[in-house]
């Protein structure tokens, strides 16, 4: 079975500064990753995934992820952060269950803090 | 707005009661899943139907239950509730493939 691992519960950046949350997987196959972000009282929302071609994927609110094979990460970066991106943020990899569909399978979270 | 909607948005209730929860997915997704999220165990895959049809299930409990009707609207049933069954439950739509879920903002469950 696939799974994620995030490194950091809780991160915290100046208004400004560089956001990197990270993220590692473990699959068996080629995976397709994504990064959820959730907002207070908020369902999940997607920022952007990977399936297949260019590793470097851009997603909404100026934020992007490079999917590195040979790192099995999927880290997820924003050159500078702003105070409306403070919210928990998900990892996810795609595994297949025992009937074929396909289903995510979520990391812990990273809370990230932005301070003025 | 991920036009998935979950009712209700909060629900107390005691020890031992039953409660269910309810999912209607977007237009024209036929895949719901069910996630519960608490502190300990952040997200947890539940159990996930298509079209009326149990596909996978994941950690759901016994005392767990759920459905998808012809409207594929879904329910999810928790009975003999005990304190560690508070959590966020979140229903999620899809369309077919390894692509995206749209999750709904949840049902806060406080179980006294």
């Known amino acids: 079975a696939q799974s994620v691992t995030q490194l950091g519960s809780h991160v915290s950046v100046s208004e400004g500064a560089l956001v990197l949350l990270r993220c590692n997987y473990s699959?068996?196959?080629?995976?397709?990753l994504f990064w959820y972000v959730q907002y207070p009282n908020q369902g999940l929302q997607l920022l952007l995934k990977y399936t297949t071609g260019a590793t470097l994927v851009k997603g909404i609110n100026g934020f992007e992820a490079e999917f590195k094979k040979s790192e099995t990460s999927f880290h997820l970066t924003k050159p500078s952060a702003h105070m409306s991106d403070a919210a928990e943020y998900f990892c996810?990899?795609?595994?297949?269950?025992?009937?074929?569909?396909?289903?995510?399978?979520f990391g812990k979270g990273t809370k990230l803090t932005v301070n003025p | 707005d991920s036009g998935v909607t979950q009712t209700p948005k909060h629900l107390i209730t005691a020890t031992g009661q039953r409660v269910t929860l309810r999912c209607s997915p977007r237009?024209?997704?036929?895949?719901v899943y069910w996630y519960q999220q608490s502190l300990d165990q952040g997200l947890q895959f539940l159990i996930q139907?298509?079209?009326?049809?149990?596909?996978a299930k994941g950690n759901i409990l016994e005392r767990f239950s759920a459905q998808q009707f012809p409207d594929l609207h879904s329910e999810l049933n928790l009975s003999s509730l005990e304190l560690g069954d508070s959590a966020l439950y979140f229903c999620a739509s899809s369309t077919p493939g390894p692509g995206e879920l749209f999750f709904g903002e949840g049902s806060r469950l406080t179980v006294l």
């Open positions: 139907y298509y079209n009326g049809e149990e596909r």
């Open positions: 996810a990899v795609s595994d297949k269950t025992q009937g074929g569909s396909e289903k995510l399978v």
């Open positions: 237009s024209g997704d036929l895949s």
């Open positions: 699959s068996s196959v080629p995976p397709y």
